[in-house]
């Protein structure tokens, strides 16, 4: 069983490079996630989607977009890496408003 | 606004004793959700409980208890005789439609130690 499955799990960026990140989940889930995870602030919502096509903004939004053009994939994007973008993300999924979500193994990014 | 604090940065215990981890959470819906998850040293996250605001029977797994009290909106975790494999970061987390959205909070996380 795959799960959530992110890709990369580790990447170094120059500051400037864009990149993306892309969470993939099998279970047919309705909402997807991500976060970014820095130490001392938690889990904090970067941009999130109720359904295939739409997505909107969480608590820290700026210097990311996100595509949802199919159910099973959300593509996280850096178009322009800064320094303060180094974090641990970590996409997750749920099937229904307010269950359980489940979370992949995260992304190591550092952006130099 | 949704938000949900824990206070408690971290806690170091000796096994075998009992720790208590806090959540308070701020909602302005009357229909929401309560978590925790765990994430231990490998960086994963685990799933541990989900809780209904109309439930407010503490709920008990084990060692592990949750006391849900909407009169000062806090949703704690204890662990009772602690064991060194309860070391982790636990994050406890809010979901509701506040605003017609569907977001799932998490708090700054509190990190247990357990020591042998």
């Known amino acids: 069983n795959a799960g959530v499955t992110q890709t990369p799990k580790f990447r170094v960026l120059k500051t400037g490079q864009s990149m993306t990140l892309l969470c993939a989940q099998d279970?047919?889930?309705?909402?997807m996630y991500w976060y970014r995870q820095d130490p001392g602030m938690g889990l904090r919502l970067i941009h999130y989607s109720v359904g295939e096509g739409t997505t909107a903004k969480g608590e820290v939004p700026d210097g990311y977009n996100v595509s949802r053009l199919k159910k099973q994939n959300f593509l996280l994007g850096l178009e322009s890496a800064a320094p303060s973008q180094t974090s641990v993300y970590f996409c997750?999924?749920?099937?229904?408003?307010?269950?359980?979500?489940?979370f992949g193994q995260g992304t190591r990014l550092t952006v130099v | 606004a949704q938000k949900v604090t824990q206070a408690q940065t971290e806690i170091s215990v000796v096994e075998k004793e009992d720790v208590t981890l806090d959540c308070v959470y701020e909602?302005?819906?009357?229909?929401?959700?309560l978590f925790w998850y765990k994430q231990p040293p490998s960086g994963e996250l685990v799933f541990l409980i989900r809780r209904n605001s109309f439930d407010e029977q503490n709920e008990i797994s084990g060692r592990y208890s949750w006391n849900f009290q909407k009169s000062t909106s806090s949703f704690n975790f204890t662990i009772t005789a602690s064991q060194v494999v309860d070391s982790a970061v636990y994050f406890c987390?809010?979901?509701?439609?506040?605003?017609?959205?569907?977001?799932?909070?998490f708090g700054t996380g509190t990190r247990l130690q357990v020591f042998p």
């Open positions: 987390a809010l979901s509701d439609s506040s605003y017609n959205t569907d977001k799932l909070i």
């Open positions: 279970m047919n889930h309705e909402y």
């Open positions: 909602t302005r819906d009357t229909t929401y959700y």
């Open positions: 997750a999924s749920r099937p229904a408003l307010n269950t359980e979500a489940f």
